[in-house]
């Protein structure tokens, strides 16, 4: 499989020194310092379950075991052990295809897991089927482990390099899906992640969900959805226990906003989703006013919270 490598040019800086810096009014305050933005290196890994099988799927005769294929995405340069996101694609999707939007969540320091499904990916033997699904939410709790396995480890491209106790889990469409399962629903819950993230999502039989499991969750959804209509966002936000986050993106479907390309809501999905990954994983409090501001756009989107 091929994907991007970016290269990092190494920047030569001279030293200004005297009087070519101006020296600041007595009192003034210094200009706020933006963020460290990192460069993004992509490594692909091939996580291999023994305990569970993959089934038939069409002139796929099935396998004993599951093979998960999955790209990993550091931030170039980043000091110490960086958080970690485990994001879950959809149907017919590859591990990479929402790239342009977890590359800003790379850039602003974290490292991004995104496994290719066995059989609802695009390029899945047999055809991508949803016949596996109900398999997805242990999929990414095998990567997640297999990745902080190798994190944990004295050799290799991760080694020393992801910090196990702050992890995050991220989906978009059946892989929102995936991703609500695998972090709510009580017999497969996950106890490592310390944040949630559903973009056009929907959790099945969401009574069942979410109860006595309070991980803090955003949720952000278009309300012109007609693939997986934007009520059901509107029904996990009412159900889940505090802190919730809705953002409504006004006037989108399913999938246009959610490519990082820059459009209005575009930059909406990459703000609140940076901000409230921030504020929960990072532990950033400031994160939490960028999340109010980030999300609430005039004519663009609108912003829900109950913090708790």
Request: proline share 6%; glycine share 10%; charged share 20%.
């Amino acid at each position: 499989m091929r994907h991007k490598r970016f290269a990092i040019t190494g920047l030569a800086f001279p030293l200004i020194v005297g009087l070519l810096i101006a020296a600041p009014a007595a009192g003034a305050k210094p200009p706020a310092s933006k963020p460290k933005l990192y460069k993004m290196k992509q490594t692909t890994f091939t996580f291999v379950d023994t305990s569970r099988a993959t089934p038939a799927n069409g002139s796929y005769a099935g396998a004993p075991s599951r093979t998960l294929v999955t790209v990993v995405s550091m931030p170039v340069g980043a000091k110490g052990k960086v958080p970690l996101v485990v994001f879950s694609t959809g149907s017919g999707g590859t591990a990479t295809n929402y790239q342009g939007l977890y590359q800003h969540w790379v850039a602003a320091g974290y490292a991004v897991a995104a496994p290719n499904f066995p059989l609802s990916q695009k390029d899945a033997p047999g055809g991508s089927s949803l016949v596996d699904f109900k398999e997805q939410p242990a999929d990414v709790r095998f990567v997640l482990t297999s990745v902080l396995k190798l994190a944990a480890g004295k050799k290799g491209p991760l080694a020393g390099k992801i910090d196990s106790k702050r992890v995050a889990l991220a989906g978009k469409s059946l892989g929102a899906i995936t991703t609500l399962t695998a972090a709510y629903n009580i017999a497969d819950h996950d106890t490592r992640e310390k944040a949630v993230i559903s973009l056009t999502g929907a959790a099945s039989d969401a009574k069942s969900f979410f109860t006595g499991i309070p991980v803090p969750l955003l949720l952000v959804h278009g309300d012109a959805d007609k693939t997986v209509p934007y009520q059901s966002s509107v029904d996990a936000f009412g159900l889940a226990l505090t802190p919730k986050y809705l953002v409504t993106l006004f006037g989108e479907d399913h999938g246009g906003a959610f490519d990082g390309e820059g459009t209005p809501a575009a930059d909406v999905v990459v703000k609140t989703t940076t901000d409230f990954l921030d504020a929960y994983v990072k532990g950033q409090k400031a994160a939490l006013t960028r999340l109010a501001k980030d999300g609430d756009v005039a004519s663009v989107s609108s912003y829900q919270a109950a913090a708790g």
